[in-house]
């Protein structure tokens, strides 16, 4: 005799969704996800700006998926968030699905500043919806950022950089090439995907400045750097030497395509940090670190660096501005309260007419 389906679900819970599916298109994170993705392209929002978002989106969903929770909002809560972020520090493998990436570059667990951006990311995007009246609370908004103790700023030494910039071979198209682009970089303090997307229509050669246009700066505002006469001078000269290449780009690979961040990473690695024997890690960022922290040393203000570097947030130049110690021994000696208390002590006092 068989049971009947009244008789074997009688006193049980009852399951109609399925793992990794959400029963609505309201409660869908994918949808959801598109939705606060589109919003933001409209809102004009950097190309890799955007990238990261459906990065760390991505990551979180390979959270939920190896651990057979539903891309559904309500299945989000405080204890499943503080769970992920373990997992970030703990277990999440970085590049473990990249096909081309040495095993040495896959790295278990992630850094408490990385985490911490992977948390500002989704906890922005979970405001969004709840602005848009979406979902009814945001569960990021409870959980609080990893707490790590920051550590010392390693910034290149001015031997370092003339080491950097003595490796290229000049002789050569893609020596020549990196040596002007390292140059850039430690002149004008800008990000590796800024100088790398630079025109030459972008150069202004009567008074030696380059424009960082809206369309590639991070913050979405355009803004003119000035640029030393030898940087003019070497920009002049490879536009001169990729005059044969059909492309606007003043960075080119050697077949006339645009030169990408990862390609100039590669040169740095397999050849100049090699030739040089830096053992410090040495990235395209650091470049602008580098610049920015010299720059404050050698007596530039925080104001205009603050435009250079193109931070709309006063606080964020504070991330460049790590100086050395013997810097600040030089500015506590020339500018301490006490050298005006020692000098008015010090005046000959007068006891006698």
């Given amino acids: 005799m068989f049971e009947t389906h009244s008789e074997k ?25 598109e ?7 409209a809102e004009g929002r950097a190309k890799r700006t955007l990238e990261k978002y459906r990065l760390i989106f991505g990551n979180f969903c390979k959270y939920l998926d190896v651990h057979r929770v539903g ?5 989000i809560n405080v204890d499943l968030i503080r769970n992920y972020v373990s997992w970030l520090l703990e277990d999440y493998v970085q590049f473990e699905d990249h096909k081309f990436k040495p095993d040495s ?4 667990g992630l850094s408490p500043r990385t985490a911490n951006d992977y948390l500002k990311t989704l ?3 979970f405001r969004f919806l709840v602005e848009e009246k979406r979902i ?10 990893v707490k790590f103790t920051e550590s010392e700023i390693t910034i290149l030494t001015v031997e370092e950089l003339k080491a950097l910039l003595d490796a290229p071979d000049k002789r050569s198209y893609t020596g020549f090439r990196d040596y002007v682009l390292m140059t850039l970089l430690v002149d004008t303090m800008t990000r590796i995907n800024e100088a790398l997307s630079l025109r030459t229509s972008d150069v202004d050669f009567s008074d030696n400045t380059i424009t960082v246009r809206a369309t590639i700066a991070k913050n979405r505002k355009a803004r003119i750097i ?47 940090i090699k030739k040089t024997g830096i053992k410090k890690r040495v990235h395209p960022h650091l470049f602008r670190h580098t610049a920015a922290t010299m720059f404050l040393e050698s007596g530039g203000d925080m104001r205009h660096l603050q435009l250079l570097l193109g931070h ?10 790590h100086l050395s110690n013997q810097a600040l021994k030089e500015q506590h000696e020339k500018y301490s309260a006490l050298n005006k208390v020692l000098n008015k002590l010090n005046h000959e006092r007068k006891t006698k007419r």
């Fill in 312 to 321: 709309s947030d006063f606080r964020m130049v504070m991330r460049y501005t």
């Fill in 136 to 145: 009814d609370g945001n569960p990021f908004e409870s959980v609080n950022n």
């Fill in 71 to 75: 891309r559904d909002f309500r299945n």
């Fill in 123 to 125: 906890r922005t995007f």
């Fill in 105 to 108: 570059s896959k790295k278990k």
């Fill in 9 to 33: 679900r009688k006193g049980k819970r009852v399951k109609n969704d399925r793992l990794g599916v959400a029963s609505s298109s309201n409660n869908d994170l994918d949808v959801l996800f």
């Fill in 35 to 41: 939705i606060y993705y589109n919003a933001k392209l």
């Fill in 226 to 272: 000035p640029i030393q006469k030898q940087t003019a001078k070497l920009l002049k000269e490879l536009i001169k030497e990729t005059e044969d290449f059909d492309n606007e780009n003043i960075f080119l690979a050697n077949y006339g395509e645009a030169l990408t961040p990862n390609h100039f990473r590669n040169q740095l690695g397999r050849h100049y």
